[in-house]
């Protein structure tokens, strides 16, 4: 139970209703109830107005929409995104550590720390303060993690890698894997074995199963306030500036330097050796294979047609370089 | 070894030959041998009709090409899935609950179920009757897994997700993570905590290393019979309707809506906040950016041709906007 | 500290300067210190001949580039590989049995093996000379590893898996997960039970989260020397030739056969029941829909363009078969 006043004060908005009444939920504004805070950012149809819940998040220009509670902000999403945290489930809460946790004494673990059941952490490892390990978690050798990070379960965490304050790392991840370095040795490969580690800013988030790898001699970087979703590939010696958010299923191939400030569309892939400057948008399913010394937004996507239709454009695609329109 | 008998049983099949024949592999109709049950759908050559299994399942219109036993269904593909499970290796069975397993105190354990070393149940967990949980596994507070379900080794299920029956589970999946939501904040990103859950049907598998996210708000939904592949990244929000099934490598934004019956081939990318109903198909590694409300087969993807013909044709497409035949 | 006289014994150079000369790390041209040994592949400008460096592995023709200490080889890139070797963290020693891993009593463990701490080792597993296991490793029943493996942390191998010897499994990674097999019962899907297994031969590398299945019947198969990046999902009764490498995110769809010396580029996807030959290139983002019968470089990849220009390519694209030029 919040209440609107305690909300009003976390978004800095303007409250037009109770300021006692006690808000349980988050909804969205079509399934909202009686007890729950909602938002609207004016992109729905006039429906929504009718929405139950008992309170709303919007600008001053949609006051009048509704009749219930209201909080007047500039920017209802952002607000959204900050009383989100008000909501959060208990269980975020640090809770020790675990007696079936394998620590080195040779770890260094500062106040405040939790640690689950089954996770390692490995000689000379640095865990700051207020640092949440989840379950099965392998924190390697030498592993240095700043204040207020969040490991999920099952993370791995291993070779010369620092982590940043306030970091999200997801279940699954895995941090610091081996690069993919061969050299031609005949008809076989000889392993390149990989030296460098991962250097991670602050407030950088990891999605699921996303998997970093350390660098060949150098880092692999990635600056502050770096956002990952679920499933990405990030080669050796990649780095990525500032703020950059890159979204499900992208691979980033070995070597490439991307910008600050980018955002990067779910299964696009970036060659390597590349470098892309700040401020660059890649459109999703979109492949980079040069660099971009541009600002701007980048695509190469192709979307769905009906099978019949596709197949006929298709056709006429894989013999452009022979069409007679060719000659003319 | 099970005798022909108990198999023309199980698929409801007529037999012709020996019922006390005893099978004791179940192999493809090239690598059979003596011992081995195989099963003839009619689409190979000639010479497997020279196959040396013991016994052969396939339809009566195909039965003179086999001189062995034969058990005759309508569909030797389906009979085949059934037998199989008839062979299924006996690692299969529930062995009890791990004295290595860490098993919250106040969650809900039923009846033969069987819990592997390592694995971490949390407060308020539910755990219906017969379900196998492997090694390492994460099952976090409040979750719900109905009877007979197989969480397989090292998966992660965490926040407020219910799993219905009979699911199947697959190593290193992540069920529950945290959704991709940020709201813009000046320069950088403001996280959107995610308050949501995942609610999975009964029936329903999910392959190794997938990852589901939780809702924002309300539920990511995977209804009754869907069957997900490996490294599928499904977004927060999504909904999936009754036996889709989608193939490995498969990305899906966030809020997207699915219908039933769809078939959706590998590496296919479907883009967020879009509608697609029941009996679509979409080909593999096809991208969907509209969504899709006449069912049918769509497709946008592009076959390998030998780079020096690809390169030229490439090289047409990529200036098709300012060829000649634009203009006639 | 590595002598220069032990670095030219180990690459097969020969060394112009101090034999004694002490070396601390292996660094890139650029960042080279004093004590460190870099190498010059030729590719690079004239500054790299400034380099820091207290030693050089180069070509002959390149010797009179760098005053420093050099070692002259035929290869330096190759050559930089095998020292990389020397210049490892000490942490992949191996470290003995952990106290608090569970071993089957009915699984065979030669001597030089380490396990990890909450690793499991199924029964009738064979784990041979100097295998190293990391911590929550889940080896199943009846799997067998050959010498000198190394399992990183995480890692899941289940099912009838036979690793070869000198193989690398990264961390997250899944072997013999169940294929995605089913057949259509009405409306919904029977699951066909995967009974095959996994064989892969010696000196395969497989990276972080990537995803083998077992095969339906018969065995998936990886070839000696195959080398597979992150992420990439190879489905079940998929055979890989010896010494193929494939880069991170690939998925190849089941029972397609690839042959030996194939290189396969980030992103590409293969269609299921396909042939494809030895020493063919796949080119990065490519989908192979069809068998490749002849050696030589494959594509159909399709580089981003600024936004604005490809969406009119693509509206041009979209109605190529509608097209005047079609007629003409």
């Known amino acids: 139970m919040i209440t609107l006043a305690a909300i009003a004060h976390e978004v800095d908005g303007q409250l037009e209703g109770d300021p006692d009444f006690a808000v349980d939920a988050l909804h969205g504004i079509q399934t909202a109830c009686r007890s729950s805070l909602t938002f609207y950012t004016g992109q729905f149809s006039q429906k929504n107005s009718q929405t139950k819940a008992g309170a709303v998040i919007l600008k001053s220009e949609h006051s009048e ?134 250097k991670i800013g602050d407030r950088v988030d990891v999605g699921a199963n996303t998997t970093i790898d350390r660098g060949s001699l150098d880092n692999t970087v990635i600056e502050d306030g770096v956002k990952l979703d679920n499933l990405i590939q990030i080669a050796h010696n990649v780095q990525i500036g500032e703020n950059t958010a890159i979204a499900g299923c992208v691979g980033i191939a070995g070597s490439t330097r991307i910008g600050g400030n980018c955002r990067i569309g779910g299964r696009a892939a970036i060659l390597g050796h590349l470098e892309i400057v700040d401020n660059v948008d890649i459109l999703a399913n979109t492949l980079v294979t040069k660099s971009i010394l541009k600002p701007g937004e980048y695509a190469s996507m192709i979307p769905a047609q009906p099978s019949n239709v596709w197949r006929k454009n298709l056709a006429m695609l894989r013999r452009l370089s022979r069409s007679t329109f060719n000659k003319s």
């Not at 207020?130 to 993690?145: F, L, P, T």
């Open 65 to 198: 929409l509704f009749s219930t509670n209201r909080i007047i902000v500039e920017d209802p999403y952002l607000a959204y995104a900050r009383v989100s945290r008000l909501f959060v489930l208990e269980n975020n809460r640090t809770h020790g550590i675990s007696d079936h946790a394998v620590i080195s004494d040779h770890a260094v673990i500062a106040d405040d720390v939790s640690i689950g059941p089954f996770s390692v952490i490995g000689d000379e490892a640095v865990i700051e303060y207020g640092v949440r390990i989840g379950s099965g978690v392998h924190i390697g050798e030498k592993v240095s993690i700043k204040r207020r990070c969040v490991i999920e379960d099952r993370v791995v965490i291993t070779g010369p890698v620092d982590i940043g304050r306030d970091c999200v790392i997801s279940a699954g991840a895995v941090i610091g894997s081996c690069g993919f370095g061969y050299a031609r040795d005949g008809n076989s490969w000889q392993r390149i074995e990989q030296l460098g580690g991962v």
